[in-house]
């Protein structure tokens, strides 16, 4: 299973980005979607995650800020984020699980990153 994120960069504190991120290759089935980000000399770290079902999870630092969202018959997702903070900083990572067609094996998939700057 592939992932390719888009939607990085460069943005002003106070400002907006909005991240995508979409799955191809042998997919039966996707349980989850989510974002993860890591700043230097920091471990990755839950930003948010939806389910099939609407089920949604945020970290207490990105409450009320980011919107995570997906589209499932398209096998992407996205991450609205608003009102960007210094600390926002990051490579943020797209995180799918699932299970895949064929085998029926359960697969856990990352993207590459793409790098978030928030600064003025």
């Known amino acids: 299973v592939q992932l390719v994120e888009s939607g990085g960069g460069l943005v002003q504190p106070g400002g907006s980005l909005r991240l995508s991120c979409a799955a191809s290759?042998?997919?039966?089935?996707?349980?989850?979607m989510g974002w993860y980000r890591q700043a230097p000399g920091k471990q990755r770290e839950l930003v948010a995650a939806?389910?099939?079902?609407?089920?949604?999870n945020y970290a207490d630092s990105v409450k009320g800020r980011f919107t995570i969202s997906s589209e499932y018959a398209k096998n992407t997702v996205h991450l609205q984020m608003s009102s960007l903070k210094p600390e926002d900083t990051a490579v943020y990572f797209c995180?799918?699980?699932?299970?895949?067609?064929?085998?029926?094996?359960?697969?856990?998939?990352w993207g590459p990153g793409t790098q978030v700057t928030v600064s003025s």
């Open positions: 995180h799918v699980g699932g299970v895949l067609g064929g085998t029926w094996a359960d697969f856990h998939s």
């Open positions: 290759g042998s997919i039966f089935s996707i349980n989850a």
């Open positions: 939806i389910t099939t079902g609407g089920t949604t």
